[in-house]
């Protein structure tokens, strides 16, 4: 089954015969720690992986908000079951970096992100094309995409980082930071819909990262 393609971020692609996604692997029975701790940082900025789960609201608000998220291009109908659990087979992920200045504000020139969403359909499709690919929503610079914010070194609410385009904006906010990871609340507001109804807002759920695979 073909998945209608949305463009949030600038970039989103869905269905039969992509290419095979980079950070699809992520997605097999591993839970948000084991995720963010997979990267060897070593002290040095490098890739890694990061999550984005509900585990206190449950499974149908999860699922509904995925299904908001989306909409500014595909109709609720059309996308899957999406777990709210970050250890599931379904779930999302999200890689990328973000620059920041002597004082903490976001360089936006050399910052971007990707959120990678892999519901059920993507899941059905995989045992039979393995190079199914997942709902890509991609912010960068090169794309025309709004990126701004300001990291404290305590964390907390005056810290949030925006991805922001002519569809919606997305933030991760409250962000927390350790010696180690960082972790926040991710809210989203759009500017379309798809079915022509109010565009959606609301809270998808908490990010969790590997501090060093995220911020440089």
Do not use: H
Request: aromatic residues 6%; charged residues 15%.
């Amino acid at each position: 089954m073909k998945k209608l393609t949305l463009v949030l971020g600038l970039i989103i692609l869905a269905g039969c015969n992509p290419k095979k996604s980079s950070v699809k692997s992520a997605t097999t029975t591993i839970s948000a720690e084991q995720v963010a701790t997979l990267t060897n940082c070593q002290g040095q900025a490098t890739t890694g992986t990061g999550v984005i789960y509900d585990t206190s609201s449950g499974a149908m608000n999860f699922n509904n908000q995925i299904k908001a998220l989306l909409s500014v291009n595909i109709n609720p109908n059309n996308v899957g079951t999406v777990s709210y659990n970050p250890n599931d087979s379904t779930g999302v992920r999200f890689t990328g970096k973000i620059k920041l200045d002597g004082s903490g504000n976001v360089v936006q020139a050399q910052s971007s992100v990707m959120i990678s969403i892999y519901d059920s359909i993507w899941l059905n499709e995989k045992y039979t094309n393995p190079n199914a690919e997942e709902i890509k929503i991609e912010f960068s610079p090169s794309r025309g995409a709004t990126i701004t914010g300001q990291i404290n070194p305590s964390g907390g609410t005056n810290s949030f980082i925006s991805f922001k385009d002519n569809y919606g904006e997305i933030r991760f906010e409250n962000i927390v930071i350790s010696a180690n990871n960082l972790s926040g609340t991710v809210r989203f507001q759009n500017s379309t819909n798809v079915m022509g109804g109010t565009p959606a807002s609301g809270t998808l759920g908490q990010l969790f990262i590997q501090r060093c695979a995220f911020l440089q």
